[in-house]
């Protein structure tokens, strides 16, 4: 799902998806299966984000924006942002467990999912929202 400020990380999600389903169609003749196994919020338990790391990198991002561009976004906006992203590092599943068991599954099916999607119900309730609601609704309702 695409959110505010994972701009570069849904793109590089987005791009292995468009891979993975031609992939999927490109080995459907010879009988190759393709699986995408799409995880919700593991951050917690990768330590993928981290409030020091998201630090470092909002100090480098500001000091290396142009005086314009810090008049039109504004200190105040940036810290903000800043604070929502630090408290999106401790957020999330802390137990990787659905994820092997959808891993472990796809290896070891006759026939496996094309798709697994591991994942809280909330989780699962905003994808299905701002996958099948208008999207101007799915905005309203998530951003």
């Known amino acids: ?7 570069s990380y849904c793109v590089s999600k987005f791009g292995l998806e468009a891979f993975n389903d031609c992939l999927r169609q490109e080995m459907y003749r010879w009988g190759v299966s393709v699986v995408a196994i799409e995880p919700s919020n593991f951050i917690a338990a990768t330590g993928i984000l981290t409030p020091e790391g998201i630090e470092a990198e ?42 092997l068991d959808a891993l472990m599954e796809a290896l070891a099916a006759r026939r496996p999912c094309s798709r697994y999607t591991p994942m809280e119900a909330s989780w699962w309730l905003r994808l299905q929202a701002t996958t099948h609601l208008p999207t101007a609704l799915a905005d309203w309702l998530f951003v």
């Open 58 to 99: 909002a100090e480098r991002m500001w000091h290396g924006a142009s005086e314009a561009v810090r008049a039109d976004y504004g200190e105040a906006d940036f810290q903000e942002k800043l604070s929502r992203m630090k408290g999106f590092a401790h957020s999330g599943l802390r137990d990787i467990s659905p994820v």
């Open 1 to 7: 799902m695409a959110r505010p400020m994972r701009s």
